[in-house]
């Protein structure tokens, strides 16, 4: 099967709490790419970071760091000291190339709410 | 600014109408997506298309259907609409398939429609 699993549904911070949101996923591939994107309480989706299959590389963005790890298929991700800009619905997905085109497979999202 | 233009932002209509949704995707990509996204559920795939052929189809209802025109503007056509089928509609826009750029294309989204069925 390919899929993304994101079994935090909802999570609650406090704001300059850390948190770190999951993301699990299957794929039969060996080439793929994972991407994170947000999306606020203004409903745009907004892309945030990718990674490919070969690239195992943590990278940080400001407060922003992922954690991408082969061996336990999972591509998480941490925001440090969280402010209330950072509530929003986050979402992971995975592309996979298939039937001559690249197929995209969100997870379910997390909802993160950073409280002041 | 993503350069996905989606009109219109706001749909109000009434159970049994048509309506069409419209996409025009960043310059120089391809590849168009649709996605529903209804409330407070995840996005759901509709269709794609890539240099105005259809390349994959998700869970799209036969009352939907999508075309991609030569200036690779897409629109979503939405009849016989149920209360059901309220959502935010996102188009989303990438390079398309191959090597190089489009490689490592992410997927950029317009800011989508929102369509309340009455």
């Known amino acids: ?116 | 600014d993503s350069g996905v233009t989606q009109t219109p932002k706001h749909l109000i209509t009434a159970t049994g109408q048509r309506v069409t949704l419209r996409c025009s995707p960043r310059s120089g990509d391809l590849s168009v997506y649709w996605y529903q996204q209804s409330l407070d559920q995840g996005l759901q795939f509709l269709i794609q298309y890539y240099n105005g052929e259809e390349r994959a189809k998700g869970n799209i209802l036969e009352r939907f259907s999508a075309q991609q025109f030569p200036d690779l503007h897409s629109e979503l056509n939405l009849s016989s609409l149920e209360l059901g089928d309220s959502a935010l509609y996102f188009c989303a826009s990438s390079v398309g398939l191959g090597t190089g750029e489009s490689y490592n294309s992410p997927l950029h989204f317009g800011n989508g429609t929102r369509l309340t069925v009455t």
């Open chain 1, 1 to 116: 099967a390919q899929k993304v699993t994101q079994a935090q549904t909802e999570i609650s911070v406090v704001e300059k709490e850390d948190v770190t949101l999951d993301c699990v996923y299957e794929t039969r591939d060996t080439t793929y790419y994972l991407f994170w994107y947000k999306q606020p309480p203004s409903g745009e989706l907004v892309f945030l970071i990718r990674r490919n299959s070969f690239d195992e590389q943590n990278e940080i963005s400001g407060r922003y760091s992922w954690n991408f790890q082969k061996s336990t298929s999972s591509f998480n991700f941490t925001i440090t000291a969280s402010q209330v800009v950072d509530s929003a619905v986050y979402f992971c997905a995975l592309r996979i190339s298939t039937s001559g085109t690249y197929k995209y497979i969100f997870g379910t999202g997390t909802r993160l709410k950073v409280l002041a």
